[in-house]
């Protein structure tokens, strides 16, 4: 037994990283938050900032020229041509297009119950104030390509702006070297209605949609995750368009006790690992068995893994295993990492997401992995990364509105405030300020 158990402790070791030190725990969870932010960014700031400048200046010849350049094919036209789309949806076997029927349903139904209300306040002197919610016109939703096809991303993205009420929806996704996008992929966009599709990817399709070209209109918020090109772009084009955030890889933190098995751990923590070589996959428990059997579990269904290689980077570079002495300590741990992606496989759940302060999503108990989520759950999946849980939450339907105030004083109202006005305009030094005051006085 104390063999078998030297060997798990040295499969841990060679697989992902292990600790029981809570100061060397906090170490490396603060290495995994910031495994985005390393030397290369400075580098690609400059190659984005080039792009973006281009596309501002030269329009769709910039768009074609960097496709051509960095994904192998010439997006002409740059617009994908909408019988397409219904060709696409039709040519989908049966059972998908009822699982993303079904998706597009329980997303909708979630996102449309999040539709923030007008305000209507009538103040003491009988004066009226309020706040109007309306939808942004246009709204660019970006779908990456690449690795994998994600149509479960266009759904996510689509459907809140469609419940805002977004007159104009318009998806950009990179195209294989063939040109052509995902099947599932255009399927999912004309389930979901959008009214435009961009054979483009990159920092040149954020490009496009903040600019606008000559066939690409500018939108007016831009949401959907991408590489490290497409968020370095979003963050710069910020306050030309909205966004609805910088997403970074994608990350799952696990806090499992007596009650959770193997086979179900390692697996989801495989789930995160395949996404990308920059995915964080970590473990906080409390039973040091479990610690030492999930490697082994990991490394046994590797063995026919169609992404295996994937999973092996993203787990050594990134991969994390705490044996803590307490769930108290799990919690602690996770609120200072602030995952993108908590799943909490405990005996009592409910009470432990009470001690859960920063989390993009949680996932309680043993039949609610994290795929349920990235799917058909309802909720969002388009989630805050690298630490940011701390103050931002999932894309929702107010990501694609924005709200008026409104404000209508009377005589009285006005006479009544008046004097408390015009003290505070000439504390700020302001003579006109207090002037609009005292002549209505």
Request: charged share 20%; with cysteine.
């Amino acid at each position: 037994m104390a063999e078998n158990g030297r060997e798990n402790s040295d499969a841990t070791k060679s697989l992902v990283k292990f600790t029981q030190e809570l100061q060397e725990a906090t170490a490396q969870l603060e290495r995994l938050a910031k495994r985005t932010t390393g030397g290369g960014q400075n580098q690609a700031i400059r190659t984005v900032e080039e792009i973006l400048g281009a596309v501002q200046d030269n329009g769709d010849s910039a768009i074609i020229k960097y496709t051509m350049q960095f994904d192998g094919y010439k997006p002409e036209p740059i617009t994908v041509e909408p019988e397409k789309l219904l060709k696409a949806w039709e040519t989908t076997p049966k059972n998908l297009r009822e699982a993303l029927e079904l998706a597009h349903r329980r997303i909708q139904d979630f996102h449309q119950r999040q539709k923030p209300n007008d305000l209507n306040v009538k103040g003491v002197h009988g004066e009226f104030l309020g706040k109007r919610w309306r939808p942004v016109n246009r709204a660019g939703i970006y779908v990456p390509g690449g690795r994998a096809a994600y149509p479960s991303t266009v759904l996510m993205n689509a459907i809140p702006a469609q419940v805002a009420g977004v007159t104009e929806i318009i998806m950009a996704s990179p195209a294989s070297t063939n040109g052509e996008i995902n099947n599932t992929v255009l399927a999912a966009a004309y389930l979901s209605g959008i009214n435009k599709v961009l054979r483009i990817g990159g920092a040149q399709a954020i490009g496009a949609l903040a600019y606008g070209t000559e066939t690409v209109p500018k939108v007016d918020v831009i949401s959907g995750p991408g590489n490290i090109y497409v968020t370095l772009a979003k963050k710069i084009v910020y306050g030309t368009v909205g966004i609805d955030s910088l997403a970074g890889p994608s990350e799952v933190l696990i806090i499992a006790d007596h009650s959770a098995t193997v086979k179900q751990v390692a697996t989801d923590l495989l789930a995160q690992a395949e996404h990308d070589p920059m995915a964080a996959a970590i473990l906080l428990t409390t039973e040091s068995q479990l610690a030492k059997d999930v490697p082994a579990e990991i490394e046994r269904q590797l063995k026919f893994h169609p992404r295996a290689e994937i999973c092996l980077a993203s787990l050594r570079d990134w991969g994390l295993i705490v044996l803590c002495e307490n769930l108290e300590v799990c919690a602690r741990l996770s609120d200072q990492f602030a995952p993108e992606h908590l799943e909490l496989l405990v005996d009592r759940p409910r009470p432990l997401a009470d001690h859960i302060n920063n989390a993009g999503a949680i996932f309680l108990g043993p039949w609610s992995p994290e795929a349920v989520g990235d799917y058909l759950a309802g909720p969002n999946h388009t989630l805050p990364t690298s630490g940011n849980s701390r103050f931002s939450g999932a894309l929702n339907v107010a990501t694609f509105m924005k709200n008026t105030s409104l404000i209508e004083f009377n005589k009285s109202a006005f006479e009544s405030t008046a004097s408390a006005a015009i003290e505070l305009a000439e504390s700020e030094g302001l003579h006109s300020h207090a002037q609009s005051i005292q002549i209505r006085s």
